[in-house]
């Protein structure tokens, strides 16, 4: 079966620091893995996805993550926080070949990123 | 921004009413999903059309009815509703219903039930 862990409910840091937001997964087969962030009441908006090829993928707005198989880990990153970075993280995977007409994604439990200025 | 587009923002209904959730997509995807969203929680799947057919049902009560009319558009009908189905309802839309897609979603209907 396949799942995703978000090792911590709530991340705090400086602004201007660096940061970084955990996510391992458990998928049979090669993963799909992707980021979203969700804003005080907003839906879900689009980060980033690893589906094959560079193991570091770049994303919106200054966010980047990289795919380590051998840690079955998706650790999103960012140089330089901002207090607008804010909100709510969720990790997400999916496998390759998964299903027929499904696209069924599992998240995490999602992260809390907070920012002080 | 989304270019899923979400009707009403905020619904609130007796547990006797009937009423509906609108969806709307001009992104030329074949895919459309209803999700539910608790507070702070991750959202959980309802419901996946593709090419206008539903595909996935994830055992949702009868209360919740879903319905495609075209490629673009996705209804959620709500009727008997419990208290504790209030939540920020999200629709969603992919390319294909393949792993691997991209979804993108709403801003969400916010449903109160009292």
């Known amino acids: 079966a396949q799942s995703v862990a978000q090792p911590e409910d709530q991340v705090n840091v400086a602004e201007g620091n660096p940061l970084t937001v955990k996510c391992t997964y458990s998928?049979?087969?090669?993963?799909?893995l992707f980021w979203y962030v969700q804003y005080p009441n907003r839906g879900l908006q689009f980060l980033l996805k690893?589906?094959?090829?560079?193991?570091l993928v770049k994303g919106s707005y200054g966010f980047e993550a990289e795919f380590n198989k051998s840690q079955t880990s998706f650790h999103l990153k960012k140089p330089s926080a901002l207090v607008s970075d804010s909100a709510l993280y969720f990790c997400?995977?999916?496998?390759?070949?998964?299903?027929?007409?499904?696209?069924?994604?599992?998240f995490g439990t999602g992260t809390l990123l907070a920012v002080q200025p | 921004d989304t270019e899923v587009t979400q009707t009403p923002k905020h619904l609130v209904m007796g547990m006797t009413n009937k009423k509906s959730l609108k969806c709307e997509q001009h992104?030329?995807?074949?895919?459309m999903y209803w999700y539910k969203q608790k507070a702070k929680k991750p959202p959980e799947l309802m419901f996946v059309?593709?090419?206008?057919?539903?595909?996935i049902n994830e055992s949702v009560p009868s209360r919740f009815s879903p319905e495609c009319p075209n490629s673009s558009l996705l209804n959620l009908h709500l009727h008997a509703l419990q208290p504790e189905d209030s939540a920020l309802y999200l629709c969603?839309?992919?390319?294909?219903?393949?792993?691997?897609?991209?979804?993108?979603f709403g801003e969400g209907s916010w449903l109160t039930v009292v």
């Open positions: 992104m030329g995807h074949r895919a």
């Open positions: 059309y593709s090419y206008e057919k539903l595909s």
């Open positions: 690893y589906i094959t090829g560079d193991n």
């Open positions: 997400a995977v999916n496998k390759e070949g998964y299903g027929g007409a499904t696209n069924k994604l599992i």
């Open positions: 998928v049979s087969g090669n993963p799909y």
């Open positions: 969603a839309s992919s390319p294909l219903a393949v792993s691997g897609n991209t979804i993108y």
